[in-house]
């Protein structure tokens, strides 16, 4: 059983379209995450969301709308993609209050043409 | 706001080997977790061990050791014997935030190369 899984692993689209991620744990934790890798690796926060609720937003631009239908999944839509969107986004979660780690899904890399 | 620096963009060992990978550390705060995370080519993020600040002992597990300076703000991973299989991305990362507010900071990540 995959703890937290990400679809489409792999996307690949023109400038100016419109894409979605989605992502899903079965770890009964209730916060989750997107962070994005750039091409040299750095890895930075873009949202996380508690219970259903948005509780980090980290300057992302307008274009990208996260939404948490429960706390068990956590999807990613972008409009209007850049070249500089090209990126591999990871969804991860966490449990509240116990400060341990985050578990990550495997990434989905998302290339803009 | 934290920030987590690794000095060493690419590091090298020779399988068997001992190797050492720095990370230092910036906060406030006086508890706290630290971790050392592996992407190996898969893209996976895998967790290798964590620290908790309070805990002055220095966290194991297996062939992977920390030496953890609370005081210096440092947070080094030793690997011992290494294995063809840890070549790999790893990256220090420091866990911040309050309740329902945690978020990981990432440093840049050092990228080992195991010599067979």
């Known amino acids: 059983d995959t703890a937290v899984s990400q679809t489409p692993k792999y996307l690949v689209t023109q400038m100016g379209n419109d894409k979605s991620i989605k992502c899903e744990q079965n770890?009964?934790?209730?916060?989750m995450y997107w962070y994005k890798q750039d091409s040299k690796k750095f890895l930075k926060i873009m949202f996380s969301?508690?219970?259903?609720?948005?509780?980090i937003n980290e300057t992302v631009p307008n274009r990208f709308s996260p939404k948490s239908p429960d706390k068990a999944h956590l999807n990613l839509h972008i409009n209007s993609l850049e070249l500089g969107d090209s990126a591999v986004y990871f969804c991860?979660?966490?449990?509240?209050?116990?400060?341990?780690?985050?578990?990550f899904g495997e990434g989905s890399r998302l290339t803009v043409l | 706001a934290q920030t987590v620096t690794q000095s060493q963009p690419e590091m090298s060992v020779q399988e068997a080997e001992t190797v050492t990978l720095s990370c230092t550390y910036d906060?406030?705060?006086?508890?706290?977790?630290l971790f050392w995370y592996k992407q190996p080519p898969s893209r996976q993020m895998i967790l290798v061990i964590r620290?908790?600040?309070?805990?002055?002992q220095n966290a194991t597990e297996n062939r992977f050791s920390v030496n953890f300076q609370k005081a210096a703000k440092s947070f080094s991973l030793k690997i011992s014997d290494s294995q063809l299989g840890d070549a790999a991305m790893y990256f220090c990362?420091?866990?911040?935030?309050?309740?329902?507010?945690?978020?990981?900071?990432f440093g840049t990540g050092t990228r080992l190369t195991i010599i067979p």
């Open positions: 990362a420091y866990r911040s935030g309050g309740f329902g507010n945690e978020k990981l900071t």
């Open positions: 969301y508690n219970n259903k609720e948005l509780i």
């Open positions: 770890l009964g934790h209730d916060t």
């Open positions: 620290q908790e600040a309070y805990k002055q």
């Open positions: 991860a979660s966490s449990q509240s209050g116990r400060r341990g780690e985050l578990f």
């Open positions: 906060t406030s705060e006086s508890d706290y977790y």
